[in-house]
């Protein structure tokens, strides 16, 4: 099923507030063309060719790097403070954003109360402009991911840290010390090479001290739970792994013994500096959900996931248990890669569901299946474990390229610029020309003949992004709701 294309309408119009259930053209970017589109809950965030930023959408909580006066951008809008910076990378949160340059700087805007934005949300709980953090220079981050309360980086050295809520373990293996007043008191455990866990845990002197995270040294590999162990990535009669602290630059402020119980419950929801949840793993194809994380380990074509599981199982890992803080691998991939011949590519998390597209073209769901995301047809059946659904599609063989998931919807497109969508179509999300809901997936029409092949996709929790070959952007679904 086709849809019509919507023309760009007036350049009064409120693309932050209006519905759009075609694509519709977003108005010309300053003659620049963009090279990159990231969503976030309610705002969006393009970068152009030449590494300039523009926000469109909510700006409430700081998340389009506007300033505090400006509560929204009804089209997109230079963000004028980051002109003097090569941008090349942009990840975008529910309500803040991740900029990277190619200097390797990392710079944040938005809602930061739980530290993910990787500074004391003690300092600042909202972050209205583009706020470099030096103390992340030194780590080579070359990859990032934003969920809806926590971030996640990668870098050249192999290491994965991540920062903000972690109700659901989205921040990886770290525990709170129940008998402290030190709320920043955080430990980290893993297994050496021998299999012996080592704890990160401190002395009761030493709890007054603030806790900078740990460094597992090159070629050791965190806990895995008993059923999952990689042996392949431990290293026969080495060592025990030891640990380096990291510049206590990374550490969160001066904890604060004399809180109210209320706040030590809400304080024990968030860190505020960065956890190393994984060693030894390079990556470029990682992503954050609502409350829980995959990374592809590239050389292995392995792929981890740890946070917010639950019913819906959308870590794959062939279990309804509620959260893992250890990363875990998803189940069945092994197997099913060797019968195909090919490797993953690239991961997506949604809020319930995640999915995964390979060297083959093959596509991957798995969690829940309420509203028909996972595309296999059925609206409330979850999977917990990956789906190939390639034969769900309206054409042979589709091969895909790109998959995106947003907020109870997916989107991906084939080697041919063919964009497929289904799922949840509240304020025509998936482009389908109505609102109803879709369990397998559906083509929709942009304008090729006039703007080149979609070379690039973006879901949010109510709208999509289609990036054409020619630099121009399209939008379906609400922005601001």
């Known amino acids: 099923m086709a849809t019509r294309t919507t023309k760009a309408p007036a350049q009064t119009a409120k693309y932050s507030h209006s519905v759009f259930r075609s ?4 108005p010309d970017i300053g003659g620049r063309k963009v090279w990159r589109v990231a969503s976030g809950a309610h705002h969006c965030i393009f970068l152009t060719r030449d590494g300039l930023v523009y926000g469109l959408g909510s700006n ?12 929204y951008a009804s089209v997109p ?4 403070s980051l002109s003097s910076h090569a941008v090349i990378d942009i990840a975008c949160g ?17 809602w930061n109360k739980y530290g993910q934005c990787v500074r004391p949300s003690s300092n600042a709980e909202y972050i209205f402009e583009p706020t470099w953090i030096p103390t992340l220079d030194s780590l080579g981050i070359h990859a990032m991911a934003a969920g809806s309360l926590h971030s996640v980086f990668a870098t050249d050295r192999g290491v994965v840290y991540a ?14 010390n129940p008998k402290s007043e030190n709320l920043h008191n955080k430990s980290l455990s893993y297994f050496s090479s021998s299999g012996d866990s080592i704890s990160g845990d401190r002395s009761e002197g030493e709890r007054k001290r603030p806790f900078h995270p740990f460094v597992v040294h090159a070629g050791r590999s965190p806990s895995l739970s008993n059923s999952v162990k990689l042996e392949a990535s431990f290293r026969p009669g080495s060592a025990a792994a030891a640990f380096t602290p990291i510049s206590p630059a990374l550490s969160a402020a001066s904890p604060n013994s004399s809180v109210s119980k209320t706040q030590k419950r809400e304080h024990s929801r968030y860190s505020d500096h960065l956890t190393l949840v994984l060693d030894n793993v390079y990556s470029k194809s990682l992503s954050c959900g609502d409350f829980h994380t995959l990374i592809l380990d590239s050389r292995q074509s392995t792929l981890w996931t740890w946070g917010r599981n639950g019913l819906s199982g959308r870590l794959g890992i062939g279990s309804a248990s509620e959260k893992y803080e250890t990363p875990q691998i998803v189940l069945k991939f092994p197997d099913m890669l060797r019968k195909y011949e090919e490797a993953v590519c690239m991961v997506s998390c949604g ?19 309420e509203n028909g995301r996972l595309g296999t047809g059925s609206e409330d059946f979850n999977e917990l474990a990956p789906v190939r659904i390639n034969e769900s599609f309206p054409v042979e063989n589709p091969y895909v390229v790109e998959v995106r998931c947003g907020g109870g919807h997916t989107v991906c497109r084939t080697f041919d610029g063919t964009v497929f969508a289904w799922g949840s179509n509240i304020y025509g999300k998936l482009g389908l020309g109505h609102e109803r809901n879709v369990s397998t997936p559906h083509s929709v029409q942009l304008s090729h003949h006039i703007h080149g092949k979609c070379i690039g996709l973006s879901a949010g929790l109510f709208h999509t992004l289609f990036q054409m070959e020619d630099g121009s952007v399209f939008l379906t679904g609400k922005l601001i709701c």
């Open 163 to 176: 920062c903000g809520d972690c109700m659901y373990a989205q921040t990886g293996p770290w525990k709170n």
């Open 60 to 71: 409430a909580h700081g998340q389009l790097g506007l300033g505090k006066s400006k509560k």
């Open 77 to 80: 809008t230079l963000v004028a």
């Open 351 to 369: 809020d319930f569901h995640s999915a995964a597209c390979t060297s083959s073209g093959s596509l991957y769901l798995w969690g829940s299946g």
């Open 94 to 110: 529910y309500f803040h954003t991740i900029l990277l340059t190619t200097s390797q700087q990392v710079f944040v805007c938005g």
């Open 23 to 26: 694509p519709t053209l977003l």
